[in-house]
């Protein structure tokens, strides 16, 4: 029998400006019902949004499988599908709960992988739970040092041994179009920007409309080494949504009394300027000439239409301006 080669994935010549994020509809802080998810999911394909990131990690499983329902709608030749690699998922152990920190997602226990081997098996369970012979781009996850601890330096050298290599040859083969690794903190992009052979960064935390320590550091090495980055977390967990909201989130964590005084503020100067905060958060990392794409994350159908009418939305110079005269952003931030 012949093999039927399976379509060949597109690197985006020019990145869709804007994505979105699934880590919320994986449960990541609140459950939200398949209904839910779908009417989400739906709603961003008619607003226009064809580039989706997704992980094993979000809901073990959940995210992905809920994504690979909603694309059985959509042509695949014109959705742009992001997953990423690093662990691999088997059965818990009978009785036993193995979610962690998901509400409600699925009951498989993760196993850390960093190796060829682990990211063939990962990039298998992803491609079974989407429902897809191939995604567009892999993402290395969460190899962050102080997440890792003690485990790191063997998930290092288990990348840098053979894994890194296999998702080139991936590449190479027209598996898959670009190579991917996201990072959450400022130490770990600072000490790998550098070097890593990668396509692109997803980046999390570090550049954010509240926090451009980055801008000197491992972005300058982006730009320097013509790594292109895509901004994971645009509204920092929240805060750059509605700082003003009980309970509310940054960095995957309550927010200290210190950074929602910054959101705070920031939002009065666009609200001086009749900007919402949201609009000024989704378009001030795109303004970084490293920046390719925002993929912010939502949970029902008005969310995901909101920040695709806030990424469209016109911003004046001066609001950038006073940002900087104010000292609420970094006065060397690219602005346009």
Not at 141 to 148: G, P, Q
Request: charged fraction near 15%.
């Amino acid at each position: 029998m012949t093999a039927i080669a399976p379509p060949a994935p597109r690197f985006p010549q020019g990145w869709p400006r804007f994505g979105m994020g699934t880590a919320s509809l994986g449960n990541i802080f609140a459950t939200y019902s398949e209904t839910v998810a779908a009417e989400t999911f739906a709603a961003a394909w008619q607003a226009g949004v064809r580039y989706f990131d997704t992980a094993p990690w979000y809901g073990h499983g959940l995210a992905e499988h809920r994504l690979g329902s909603a694309m059985r709608d959509w042509p695949r030749d014109q959705t742009f599908i992001s997953t990423k690699v690093g662990r691999v998922y088997e059965p818990a152990p009978r009785g036993q709960d193995a979610r962690v920190q998901w509400q409600n997602g699925l009951n498989f226990a993760v196993r850390y992988d960093y190796s060829a081997e682990g990211f063939a098996a990962s990039v298998a369970q992803s491609r079974l739970r989407l429902g897809q012979p191939v995604v567009d781009t892999l993402v290395i996850h969460d190899l962050d040092k102080d997440y890792h601890g003690t485990a790191f330096d063997g998930h290092m050298q288990a990348l840098t041994a053979s894994g890194l290599a296999y998702l080139h040859r991936l590449k190479a083969e027209g598996e898959i179009s670009a190579v991917g690794m996201g990072m959450n903190t400022l130490s770990d992009f600072a000490a790998i920007a550098p070097w890593i052979d990668v396509d692109f960064f997803l980046v999390a935390m570090p550049y954010t409309l509240v926090d451009q320590a980055a801008l000197h550091g491992p972005m300058a090495d982006c730009l320097r080494r013509g790594i292109k980055v895509v901004i994971g977390a645009p509204f920092a967990s929240g805060l750059l949504a509605d700082p003003s909201a009980s309970g509310v989130m940054y960095a995957y964590a309550p927010a200290s009394a210190e950074m929602i005084a910054k959101a705070l503020a920031i939002e009065a100067v666009c609200a001086r300027h009749d900007v919402p905060l949201a609009a000024a958060a989704l378009q001030f990392p795109l303004l970084h000439p490293a920046v390719v794409s925002v993929i912010p994350g939502a949970v029902s159908a008005a969310q995901v239409r909101q920040n695709a009418s806030n990424v469209a939305r016109q911003i004046p110079a001066d609001l950038w301006a006073d940002l900087k005269i104010q000292g609420l952003i970094d006065p060397l931030a690219p602005t346009g």
